[in-house]
């Protein structure tokens, strides 16, 4: 129905399959995610979950079709897999929350690297971004179902973009291509669509990257932990508009940012 009229209509849907990560043979979790760009997805996710601590522990990505779903295969170090076995969850569903199947509160927060401030991050860029981002998204566009990640250069330019249904999802898969390309972290920021939680912040923080934009919301947890690990936060990123909630210092203002009258509050 529209506009209070009936009619039918074809329509395009957004697809959801469960995606099985194994490494080395053992099964490890079961995601929700949009079947494309899996090789990033699962390197991005091996990263910034902490499966490995650097892309040489990662010796190959195999994916396999099945009846009941896809399987990604990953080969990694017999040292990072050791470590896995003794710290094995149960991580289905995880598109819901983020950090569902975690049993102990010491695997929520990991340990963050210090991050150095934001070289080149500005305004300009940022909007740059915000006004390039709609025209990449494909399967928003299509479905209205899916959220968008971007590695964006300090200038702007959307340099890689992923899409799917899950926003961490979305985010695993840029940060495996940025490793894949060798893509430096501090030459460029990270720009999502959906809202600034938790784990989309360690996601960033992990990757080496200074500066964050998120398209919506951003959670208390979020911040504080922007503000710990030394990120350059803005959210509510809209246009020219956005709200910078942690280090200022590493953004940059151009002219055509105005300040506030006199006597402003």
């Known amino acids: 129905m529209k506009h209070g009229v009936l009619s039918e209509a074809d329509d395009l849907v957004v697809e959801e399959h469960p995606i099985a990560m194994t490494y080395n043979g053992i099964s490890h979790a079961v995601m929700m995610a949009t079947p494309a760009d899996l090789e990033d997805f699962a390197l991005g996710f091996s990263l910034s979950?902490?499966?490995?601590?650097?892309?040489?522990?990662?010796?190959?990505?195999?994916?396999?079709n099945g009846a009941g779903g896809i399987t990604v295969e990953i080969e990694i170090a017999s040292g990072a897999f050791m470590?896995?076995?003794?710290?094995?969850?149960?991580?289905?569903?995880r598109t819901g929350c983020g950090l569902c199947g975690v049993d102990s509160l010491d695997q929520v927060c990991r340990p963050l690297p210090t991050l150095?401030?934001?070289?080149g991050f500005n305004t300009e860029g940022v909007r740059r971004a915000l006004s390039e981002i709609g025209p990449r998204q494909a399967l928003t566009r299509?479905?209205?179902?899916?959220?968008?990640a971007a590695w964006c250069g300090m200038d702007g330019e959307l340099r890689i973009v992923r899409e799917d249904v899950g926003r961490h999802n979305a985010l695993d898969k840029v940060i495996g291509a940025m490793t894949?390309?060798?893509?430096?972290?501090?030459?460029?920021?990270?720009?999502?669509?959906?809202?600034?939680?938790?784990?989309?912040?360690?996601?960033?923080?992990?990757?080496?990257?200074s500066a964050l934009v998120g398209m919506s919301a951003p959670t208390l947890a979020a911040v504080e932990l922007a503000e710990t690990a030394g990120m350059t936060l803005l959210a509510f990123a809209r246009g020219s508009d956005f709200v910078c909630y942690t280090h200022p210092d590493g953004l940059q203002l151009?002219?055509?940012c105005q300040s506030p009258p006199p006597g402003a509050a």
């Open 49 to 64: 979950e902490g499966i490995i601590a650097h892309p040489g522990e990662c010796y190959g990505v195999d994916v396999v």
């Open 83 to 93: 470590e896995l076995k003794e710290r094995r969850r149960t991580l289905a569903g």
């Open 116 to 119: 150095a401030r934001a070289q």
């Open 142 to 148: 299509l479905t209205g179902a899916a959220h968008a």
């Open 180 to 209: 894949r390309a060798k893509a430096a972290p501090g030459d460029g920021f990270l720009l999502i669509t959906s809202r600034v939680s938790f784990e989309m912040a360690q996601k960033a923080s992990l990757a080496g990257v």
């Open 254 to 256: 151009d002219s055509a």
